[in-house]
């Protein structure tokens, strides 16, 4: 077994290796750049190398750099994590000429799979189910729009080295291919170093089923069942379960030693994961292999019991598989959210910043006997700047079922305290809430089914509105109880607090009553007549509060005081909730609203990142849908494009720059 490994990645992957790596005795290397000198990996390993400025290409992409980093350190075996240099044969090659051991896969099975229009190729030639598609060169623009329109709209436009959801388009008719071959082009080239694009025929409300595999050197291949990963954004997965709600055994099986014969076809080992689309009739398609650990590799790993990074090490240390397909376990359910820095309420835009609050749910098995585990490589404190991949967390639940692995995802979430940028927990909320997934009634076009407009949050049932205005209303209590214990009062003047409020919160009012016994229990009367009581769990200066009502599920809450009354949070629900006297209610009712500012006559920039290119000059009249400008962010370019016809008054930005939020890039007559 290997005494050092290096880990040739960074945040959230870096941090999952090395505790393997810990637990197994081995010690570990981390490297990184001058934006991560603080960062969470860095200082969990044993030791660590500086490569580079930020920029992924000056840096985590330099194999000179890591090679420096091997020989300084005597690191005898690399793991490469996902993304970077985890698909590159060249980077796998150079650590075997160096004589340090790679673990993953063969060069041979990296070139052959890594290479999307080859592993096509060869998928279809092993007998292995594929979707029709152009594989060969395209020439440009005309030509993809012209290969389009040959297989039949619509089509997926995808980069022949693409990963993560980047350099892939959705064309339905010739202009959008000719756009999105640019676009998914130039994406290609930035991201990967290869503006390779291929197209194939898109396979509409499908399913994306991936089958885990695990492969030693000795020939022994396994498939740890799957995964579902339907839930997507911008062809980005989202939430993933495992398994998955829609395939029977059969139907399991077949996919299985399908993804199993295309390894053997390659002499593949470690780990690898063949995905797949599935129709509505359970026919798969193979779609690609990733020859590297999954992001949502952790869903496997609950429901079978394999931890993966120490079977790949295992693996590349030359030890055969420890357990035969037989033995691999499918126990219970488990699902993963993918906690983004993205604001789900400007369509999902990346935010930067720094972690003023960083609360992960508390991590192990929970009295219910489901278990929260939540991968990470940030804390509190820490910055999620614009280099690299915006997800902070990948917060997961198990349970023995579908059903309770998802209320614990819910629990978990509620509980997450995340404060200094934006971020996607009211939406996976959302998404925990809905019907239609809680059914499993699942394809890639359920976001864009299910949120056709975007997403402007959770409106709370009746009862949970209730809820929290009776929550809002003894928090009100309790802190206006302090205010009135303070010293120093003079004798007879003491303040009195009214048992009658009125709790304005979710655009409704709620008269009520509420009183407190010396227990610290409270009772609350409604003005409908209607009355009930609770306990709450909570001080001023908690973040969290938990509502535990006399009948009824306790509600985690996070609470935030805002002016007069608080924020609260709960659910994918986010409202301001203002507790008042009788006589303050009837004032409020008098005060007049400010209006918001106007911005209709200005582009803003969404995001904080690089303005690529401007498509329009002073004086010039553009039409609604019109492309604008571009905004390159995270590796992700962004096109603006005109809400109506207008002039352009003037050009407030230039090319090359770099933009913050809400700056002005044009201005319209």
């Not at 000795?218 to 740890?224: A, C």
């Amino acid at each position: 077994m290997f005494g050092k490994i290096l880990i040739a990645n960074r945040g959230e992957i870096a941090c999952r290796v090395i505790r393997s790596a810990r637990k197994m005795g081995i010690k570990t290397v981390a490297v990184y750049s001058s934006a991560d000198a603080g960062a969470q990996h860095v200082r969990m390993a044993d030791e660590a190398v500086f490569l580079g400025p930020p920029p992924a290409a000056e840096s985590y992409l330099r194999v000179d750099k890591i090679l420096e980093a091997i020989r300084a350190t005597g690191a005898e075996a690399v793991h490469p994590g996902y993304g970077f240099l985890s698909e590159r044969a060249s980077f796998a090659r150079a650590l075997a000429d160096e004589g340090v051991a790679f673990i993953g896969p063969p060069v041979r099975a990296i070139e052959a799979m890594g290479d999307k229009i080859e592993s096509k190729k060869l998928a279809a030639e092993a007998g292995v189910s594929t979707v029709p598609g152009m594989f060969d060169l395209i020439e440009g623009p005309d030509h993809a729009a012209q290969i389009a329109a040959q297989i039949g709209y619509p089509v997926m436009i995808k980069a022949s080295a693409g990963g993560g959801g980047k350099g892939m388009r959705i064309a339905w008719n010739d202009a959008e291919a000719r756009e999105g071959f640019e676009l998914s082009r130039n994406e290609a080239k930035a991201s990967f170093g290869d503006d390779r694009i291929f197209i194939e025929k898109f396979v509409q409300r499908p399913r994306h089923i991936e089958i885990q595999l695990l492969g030693d050197q000795h020939g022994n291949i396994v498939y740890l069942n799957e995964r579902e990963c339907s839930i997507q954004r911008r062809n980005q997965k989202v939430v993933e379960e495992a398994p998955s709600p829609f395939l029977d055994p059969e139907t399991r099986k077949a996919m299985g030693e399908q993804a199993v014969a295309l390894a053997r076809a390659v002499g593949y080992y470690s780990a690898g994961t063949v995905e797949c689309i599935v129709d509505p009739d359970k026919n798969f398609y193979f779609l690609e292999m990733n020859t590297r650990l999954q992001v949502e590799h952790p869903v496997t790993e609950l429901i079978t019991g394999v931890d993966l990074v120490e079977e790949m090490i295992r693996v590349a240390a030359g030890e055969k598989l420890r357990f035969t397909q037989d033995e691999v376990k499918l126990n219970g359910w488990a699902v993963e959210s993918r906690l983004y820095a993205e604001d789900p309420y400007r369509n999902f835009l990346p935010s930067v910043g720094r972690l003023r609050r960083y609360r992960p749910p508390q991590e192990g098995k929970s009295v219910d006997g489901s278990i929260v585990r939540n991968d990470t490589g940030v804390e509190e404190g820490g910055e999620v700047s614009i280099y690299y991949d915006p997800m902070i967390a990948k917060l997961c639940t198990w349970a023995p079922t579908r059903t309770k692995a998802i209320d614990a995802m819910q629990t978990a979430l509620d509980s997450f305290e995340l404060e200094g940028l934006g971020h996607n927990i009211p939406f996976l909320q959302a998404v925990m809430l809905n019907g239609k997934f809680r059914s499993g009634d699942l394809s890639t076009a359920f976001i864009a089914e299910e949120f056709p407009e975007g997403f402007h949050g959770v409106t709370p049932a009746p009862e949970e509105l209730r809820a929290l205005a009776e929550a809002a209303a003894a928090m009100h209590l309790i802190r206006e109880r302090r205010a009135t214990r303070i010293e120093g009062a003079m004798r007879g003047h003491e303040r009195h607090l009214p048992e009658d409020w009125v709790v304005a919160v979710g655009g409704q009012r709620f008269p009520l009553r509420l009183t407190e016994n010396a227990e610290g229990h409270f009772r609350v009367r409604h003005g409908d007549g209607r009355e009930n009581g609770f306990a709450l769990d909570w001080l001023p200066g908690r973040s969290l509060a938990h509502l535990r009502p006399d009948s009824g599920a306790e509600a985690t809450i996070k609470v935030e005081p805002k002016g007069e009354g608080f924020r609260l949070r709960r659910r994918g629900a986010d409202l301001l909730a203002a507790t008042r006297s009788l006589r303050a209610d009837q004032l409020a009712g008098l005060m007049i609203e400010k209006p918001a500012p106007d911005f209709s006559r200005f582009l803003l920039c969404p995001m904080p990142g690089l303005l690529t290119s401007l498509r329009v000059v002073e004086g010039e009249e553009v039409q609604e849908g019109q492309p604008l400008a571009s905004v390159e962010a995270m590796k992700m370019e962004n096109v603006l494009r005109a809400e109506k016809k207008a002039v352009v008054k003037s050009v407030k930005a230039k090319v090359g720059e770099s933009l913050a939020v809400d700056q002005i890039i044009l201005e319209f007559e």
